[in-house]
């Protein structure tokens, strides 16, 4: 679902762990 939301918003931040950050 993190890459998804990667798609979604090109802004954010995806960490090692696989969490997104939005900036």
């Known amino acids: 679902l993190t890459n998804l ?3 979604l ?3 954010s931040k995806v ?3 696989g ?3 939005l900036k």
């Open 5 to 7: 939301r990667v798609l």
């Open 9 to 11: 918003l090109p802004r």
């Open 15 to 17: 960490s090692d762990d």
């Open 19 to 21: 969490v997104v950050f």
